[in-house]
């Protein structure tokens, strides 16, 4: 009887020492822009640190980063460099990197890839595939936006007409046509994610015309919150990040991607042997997507009650919003 506690307590210990010994996970990210450009990447980056520290810190999940990637050529490179070095998860995140990730992952079977924005897998077994219903958080800004403009102008400052800077616009304009049809909303796509020089004479031109709020996306967004802050009087309405530290009094709120769910998922289905071949959407009704209001901005009550409310619709499925 003894001797079966005995090997009942080494056998205990022998685990309890695996644990405590046991390699860290390793994650590196190939992002298109800075982990600080307050939006797209930022949100991943921001995500990741999150579960890092509700992980356990260092000890239990060491993170890597590659940013301000703006030429594939050399995002695919990180990409392999990372599989190669042994990283247990790669993720890609760039709608403009899947090519390279469905090229690279089939020489690296045992190694997880995510890539971002699209839901295409591309039928391999180590890849995680994920966007965000950008459109939800797009329609609660367009009706909070269509309830504040007096001048029944709204500018849109986009980079390219695509993915969830495109499903986000449409969204928004939903959202102001479901409360006034006669709003105007202008759009100018840039043709360029980084180039914020063009990006702020976008949003210049917009305020010429007599816009006086201004939505948009992507890490450019800098310019054109910077000439709403100039003038100011514009509003701005963010996505992707939280965005109201850039300009506090013209900020009214942001959608903001939540990716911490999904990365824990996705650890969790690598620990337990699945290393790919599920797409994740982030959506309000999954936590995935959030509206942030700027406590800074004072929002009249009936308007944020209207934008709560719509929050509720669409989570419930009483409000359906077409990308």
Not at 151 to 165: F, L, N, Q, Y
Request: proline share 3%; charged share 15%.
């Amino acid at each position: 009887m003894k001797m079966k506690k005995l090997v009942a307590i080494l056998a205990l210990v022998a685990v309890v020492l695996a644990g405590a010994f046991a390699a860290p996970l390793r994650i590196a990210v190939i992002m298109p822009s800075a982990t600080t450009d307050m939006a797209f990447s930022q949100s991943m980056w921001g995500a990741l640190l999150q579960v890092q520290k509700d992980m356990g810190g260092e000890s239990a999940l060491v993170l890597k980063y590659t940013d301000n990637m703006f030429q594939v050529p050399n995002a695919a490179a990180a990409i392999r460099d990372y599989a190669s070095d042994g990283f247990d998860i790669v993720i890609a995140h760039g709608s403009q990197y899947g090519s390279s990730v469905q090229e690279v992952a089939k020489d690296f079977p045992k190694t997880t890839f995510a890539w971002g924005m699209d839901v295409n897998t591309f039928g391999l077994a180590n890849v995680y595939a994920y966007t965000a219903a950008a459109e939800e958080g797009g329609f609660i800004n367009g009706l909070l936006a269509a309830k504040l403009t007096k001048s029944k102008k709204i500018g849109v400052t986009g980079p390219v007409e695509v993915g969830d800077a495109k499903t986000y616009i449409d969204g928004f304009l939903q959202g102001v046509q479901s409360v006034d049809k006669a709003i105007v909303l202008s759009k100018t796509w840039t043709g360029s994610f980084s180039d914020v020089a063009l990006m702020t004479a976008a949003a210049k031109t917009h305020i010429a015309s007599g816009a006086d709020i201004l939505t948009g996306s992507s890490q450019s967004v800098v310019g054109s919150i910077g000439a709403a802050k100039d003038n100011g009087k514009v509003l701005w309405f963010g996505t992707q990040a939280d965005q109201a530290g850039l300009s506090p009094a013209l900020v009214v709120a942001s959608q903001v991607y939540d990716w911490t769910g999904m990365l824990k998922e996705i650890i969790a289905k690598r620990k337990a042997g699945t290393l790919g071949g599920t797409k994740y959407v982030l959506t309000l009704a999954n936590g995935g997507l959030k509206i942030a209001y700027n406590p800074a901005y004072k929002l009249p009550a009936a308007v944020k009650a209207a934008g709560d409310q719509a929050i509720k619709d669409i989570t419930s499925g009483k409000i359906q919003v077409n990308p």
